[in-house]
């Protein structure tokens, strides 16, 4: 028989055994010297999944499996960090399958946490690219776990270098523009391209996907 619940964003929210999940793969992570990847950042994502597809008028139905996807999308690293977008969307079946959700409405949410990582990942739909870009722009100081590792861990030396994170979302130009404030005693904005090239190709993707154009400020400087 096909199920047919109708599972909110809310409901996922207050359930343990995804929180179990994130709380665990984060800290894995945290042992192995990767920035944060909390509740904090999932629920983060969520938001601006939500912000992107309300702006450009998705349905109510896309805004809340967008924003189950965006919550559940790195709980595949409580497995490993190695391939964790695709035993992260298993895991999510496993579970919004138990929970009763239909097959097309799990079908969307696996295919966006499944394609999400940027090595190998592509926005196949609105949800999925919606996701892409919230995940991708999450750059922020407040990630960093450790300073003391900022000598030595690019990615931590950039995150930190990020003194201010906002997203503009204009819906009459059909824009989404990453506006960073970036400390260049901390970091050179090159540095940030080192590390984060392939994750802006993958934003300009996911925007395309959307009939957008996404743009990086850096500085006050538009950089893409």
């Not at 409901?11 to 995804?18: F, G, H, R, S, T």
């Not at 912000?51 to 450009?56: A, D, E, V, Y």
């Not at 896309?62 to 790195?74: C, E, K, S, V």
């Not at 595949?76 to 079946?93: D, E, K, L, S």
């Amino acid at each position: 028989m096909e199920k047919n619940v109708i599972i909110k964003y809310e409901d996922i929210l207050k359930n343990k055994e995804i929180a179990t999940y994130i709380s665990k793969a984060d800290l894995s992570l945290e042992s192995m010297g990767y920035t944060d990847h909390s509740a904090c950042h999932v629920t983060k994502c969520a938001e601006v999944v939500k912000q992107i597809l309300t702006t450009f008028d998705y349905s109510s139905r896309d805004i809340n499996l967008g924003q189950i996807a965006a919550y559940m999308h790195d709980i595949g690293n409580v497995i490993n960090r190695h391939n964790h977008a695709q035993t992260g969307a298993v895991m999510a079946f496993r579970i919004l399958d138990n929970l009763g959700l239909s097959s097309e409405d799990i079908a969307t949410v696996v295919n966006a946490i499944g394609n999400h990582d940027e090595h190998d990942g592509f926005p196949v739909n609105n949800v999925t690219a919606a996701l892409i870009l919230a995940d991708k722009t999450d750059v922020r100081r407040s990630r960093v776990r450790n300073t003391k590792h900022m000598d030595t861990d690019i990615h931590d030396r950039v995150n930190y270098a990020v003194k201010e994170n906002k997203i503009d979302i204009d819906k009459e130009n059909r824009t989404l523009t990453l506006r960073l404030t970036l400390d260049t005693e901390i970091t050179p904005i090159m540095d940030y391209f080192e590390i984060f090239l392939q994750r802006m190709s993958m934003c300009n993707n996911a925007a395309k996907a959307l009939n957008i154009q996404f743009k990086l400020v850096i500085n006050e400087q538009e950089l893409l």
